[in-house]
């Protein structure tokens, strides 16, 4: 019986195609992106990213705070008094609409929407809304656009 042998040359180009594929296909595959949080749930970067308080985010613009019924500028946030919440950012006002949460500890204390249908931008990068009440005790404050994107962040 008669036995067939293969030219070296061809198993030696086989091989290299092989580990080739294998080396692209490492390269070039997607990959999937998702991180344990509590138990079996799995959230995505960008679920993961829009979490209050994410420190790698950078937002698009800032908060200013005024004060009532003067309406007086000031440099932070007035705990214990009424404030009023400026959401300064460029294009906010076509951004809506823009959630502003406040928390403590982590934990939601107070939530407020700027909508679309409300005459409340200054102009088209400046909206604002009435702040928490003077009793409510938070430690961090965010605004987001309507696509979750950070627009301002403030750490009491």
Same mark, same amino acid.
């Given at each position: 019986m008669a036995t067939k042998t293969k030219s070296p040359a061809l198993a030696i180009i086989l091989l290299f195609l092989i580990v080739l594929a294998i080396i692209l296909y490492l390269l070039f595959a997607p990959k999937a992106n998702f991180s344990l949080r509590s138990g $079996? @749930?799995? $959230?995505?970067? #960008?679920?993961?990213?829009?979490?209050? =308080?994410?420190?790698?985010? $950078?937002? #698009? =613009? @800032?908060?200013?705070?005024?004060?009532?019924?003067?309406? $007086?500028?000031l440099d932070?946030?007035?705990? =214990?008094?009424?404030?009023h919440i400026i959401v300064?950012?460029? =294009?906010v006002q076509n951004s809506r609409p823009v959630t502003l949460t406040a928390t403590r500890n982590g934990q939601k204390v107070w939530q407020a929407v700027?909508? @679309?249908?409300q005459s409340n931008?200054? @102009?088209a990068n400046a909206c604002s809304i009435d702040g928490p009440d003077p009793d409510i005790d938070w430690d961090h404050l965010e605004a987001r656009d309507q696509d979750g994107n950070l627009v301002a962040t403030y750490q009491g």
């Open positions: $079996t @749930d799995q $959230t995505s970067p #960008l679920e993961a990213s829009r979490e209050v =308080g994410q420190a790698d985010e $950078t937002p #698009l =613009g @800032d908060f200013e705070f005024i004060k009532p019924p003067n309406y $007086t500028p932070a946030f007035p705990f =214990g008094e009424k404030a300064r950012a460029p =294009g700027i909508e @679309d249908n931008c200054a @102009d």
